[in-house]
């Protein structure tokens, strides 16, 4: 299940690993198929175990040493959980979204669902091609989005249905592009608005600068050719934010 995109998919499951994404866990009263844990865990780890415990979730002490081997970090914490994958589908209603278009770097991606959990996104959309979101390294960097975003992916005609939609009213489809479009502080984000975000490498897809109803950077006074996609993300969703408390 940590290495195996395929095998997540099909059990429909997903690993937290540590002990701030297993209060995380707690907290959000997400159902837990399964707590594994060794003799190394902290006391404040023990305490969570306790906890999952008396709530009913299935709860086992493995051999540290094996459980060492099935982390997928340097430095494991002696305890993981098994959670089932959310089915996550856009809210009824919603007014910030922020689209992922194939994001490959898994830290980047995690990265961005923390940032999206932050400024208040109603859900996250990536789109065919972008790296698997529940793989251990994006839930790692996510730090608990997961338990808190509907995630979800969906094809460029279903995001620009998405958008259309009349409720109250359309959604504007704004893009990222570092080569051009209005200065990010220039733009208007207080309306109803589906922000795309697009591949390190690539940039975003034609069909994304196709159906775009504008197109927003951010200005770059030193010499550096662009951003982090995570950054530039995370600069964008704020500045959203800063609009919308003025």
Known sequence: LLENRKDRQQEKVFVI?????????LKSES??????????????????????????????EMDAGILRSLS?????QGILAVLPQPVSELPKTWDLLLVLDRIRDPGNLGTMLRSAAGAGVQAVVLTPGSVDA????????????????????????????????SDPQ??????????GGDPCWDADLRQRLALVIGSEADGPQQAALEAANGLVH?????KAESLN??????????????????
């Open 72 to 76: 997928d970090t340097e430095t494991p």
């Open 170 to 179: 359309p959604a504007a489809l704004l893009v990222a592009d570092s080569a």
């Open 31 to 60: 159902q837990i198929e399964l707590v594994l844990y060794s003799a190394e865990l902290s006391t404040r780890g023990l305490a969570l175990v306790a906890q999952f415990s008396a709530m009913g979730c299935p709860v086992e």
């Open 229 to 246: 996609a995570a950054v530039a993300a995370a600069i964008l969703l704020y500045e959203v934010v800063r609009q919308r408390n003025l």
């Open 218 to 222: 951010i200005p770059m006074p030193g």
């Open 17 to 25: 690993e540590g002990v701030r994404l297993a209060e995380e866990a």
């Open 134 to 165: 529940f793989s251990p390294k994006v839930v790692r960097a996510a730090m608990g989005a997961h338990l808190r975003l509907p995630i979800l992916t969906l094809d460029w005609p279903e995001i620009i249905a998405a958008c259309r939609q």
